[in-house]
């Protein structure tokens, strides 16, 4: 029989997902030596503490599986920086797992939790994985745009979405991308509508430690009537600056994380041990209440030097490394179009907002990322001034 050249078609969960944004600015950048302020990376280095207890463990070990919810001395450090920065205590044994990053921890959670036909509110614009996570898994994503231009929240909306079919309600604080936090009321709203419920929450904090104000610093973990139902995400490559390292975290009540490691054990099963190693030596020590501090320094400077040198309007942001910026009195181009051609024409890669939502959106906002040494940030201001 004569072999045929025609494809096998394969019609996945995900068929309609295209290339991220975020790969695709980033190759951009690359293709035009653009200076990249797309995606959230920092380019300065990490404490070289850090990296020369992570050069020891290489050396002498362990090299072999690290328990399946991670290594002891590591969810131990974790779970006290929990008990210190929200006097919210978790168990180490039996409430905290180590994941491949915060991504692998989310995909878990919806794993864990949703069924087909299970509806999930996001708030949006939304970190891109959770709309085709919430379809992987047979749910139903149901959208609540944040108000442009501060990024509120509409609880009069929320109210009106939350139905019998709803499962689980996603929320990011501090939020990616607008860089803005959740206040005390709306937590305290979210908890009245959810109580006598058994409505999920997924709480995406992996900017936790990046609040420029640390009495503004909240989290659902303050929250009995939310912490009872919250699985918290967290991510150690935002707090040590290594993004490469893919390691992150979830906290949840114990009840929660039995069935959250089920999924978690057949996902991956365990995580990088050295690393973990050294960043058990490591976050002890570790002074995380500066970090709010060195990125409001860095926010504080580009939202001056933007607002003085350049015709982008920047917006302000209360956490996270994002900064957003408005173009309009520059050009009435569609956010993609422009972003396109801010980095080919004038050497600097951002994301737009658009790609952040589920439905059209064009507000002529764009964000970058001030993540970056301050090299980095003043060549892209340089670039940006003349626009």
Known sequence: ??????????????????????????????????????????????????????????????????PMPGDLGFRKALCNISESEFQSPYNAENEICITAGATQAIGTVLATAIREGDEVLVFSPAYDCYFPMIELYGGRPITIKLQHPDYSVDWEQVKRLISHRTKMIIINSPHNPSGR????????????????????????????????????????????????????????????????????????????MREFKKVHQYFVFSINHPLQKALADYLPQANLVELGTVFKTKHDWLYKALKEETRFKPLVSEGTYFMLVDYSDLSQDSELAFAEKLTIDHGVASIPLSPFYRDPVDHKVLRLCFAKNDDTLKAALSKLAQV
């Open 181 to 256: 936090l959740w206040k005390d009321d709306d937590f305290r709203q979210l908890q009245e509508i959810v109580a006598d419920s058994s409505i999920l929450i997924l709480a995406d904090e992996v900017y936790e430690h990046l609040v420029f104000d640390p009495n503004q610093k909240r989290s659902v973990r303050q929250y009995p009537e939310l912490r009872k139902r919250s699985f918290v995400v967290g991510s150690l490559g935002k707090t040590v600056h290594l993004t490469g390292w893919k390691i992150g975290y979830c906290l949840a009540p114990e009840n929660m």
């Open 1 to 66: 029989m004569p072999e045929s050249n025609k494809p096998i078609s394969l019609n996945g969960n995900l068929s309609h997902v295209q290339e991220t944004i975020f790969s695709k600015m980033s190759a951009l950048a690359t293709k035009h030596e653009a200076v990249n302020l797309s995606q959230g990376f920092p380019d300065f280095p990490a404490d070289p503490e850090l990296l020369d207890r992570a050069k020891h463990y290489m050396e002498v070990g362990p090299h072999q599986y690290a």
